[in-house]
């Protein structure tokens, strides 16, 4: 019996850690990323031979439209830290704060800030790249990137000065 969705093994082998990462940063969670990772992939391949052309793109930007939808859904979701490691040089407690702090900080955002900065800065795709995958035009993608990235400096900014206050003090 020939495999009716030839290529997808090899696809979710090759570029799944990178998928499921993705997919943890915009549901805000492992298991909700497993979760929507799941539902994007069983959309690619409901669409599996209608597809000509790049089946990975399909799947991210199925990835990202879907945790749109979600964050229309539901609004609050139990953040975790993630698997992949941070470059830097922090030991692993400072890792795991670190991951905490930027998961928190990326739940306070709207979805669309949200996706913006993740395929910008995580994915590290262009603006233009951005701009494809999400269906929107370039200069969508500059004013979302640059008013998600004020807000996560407000809202880093106030967590600094609580901290401070506190009395815990600023680490790095």
């Known amino acids: 019996m020939r495999n009716s969705f030839e290529g997808l093994d090899r696809l979710v082998a090759e570029r799944g850690n990178g998928l499921l990462a993705t997919a943890i940063l915009l549901a805000g969670g492992r298991a909700a990323g497993e979760d929507l990772l799941q539902a994007a992939l069983e959309r690619l391949m409901r669409h599996w031979h209608r597809l000509d052309g790049d089946r990975e793109a399909y799947l991210r930007r199925t990835l990202y439209h879907l945790s749109i939808d979600q964050w229309r859904l539901r609004r609050r979701r139990p953040e975790v830290p993630l698997d992949k490691e941070l470059p830097g040089g922090f030991d692993a407690a400072e890792t795991v704060q670190l991951r905490h702090a930027l998961m928190q900080a990326l739940a306070t955002l709207p979805p669309k800030q949200r996706a913006v900065l993740v395929l910008r800065y995580w994915e590290q795709l262009s603006e233009s790249e951005a701009a494809k995958v999400l269906g929107c035009s ?35």
């Open 138 to 172: 370039l200069g969508t993608v500059k004013s979302t990137a640059s008013r998600g990235l004020a807000r996560l400096r407000e809202v880093m900014a106030a967590w600094t000065v609580e901290e401070t206050r506190a009395g815990k003090g600023v680490t790095r």
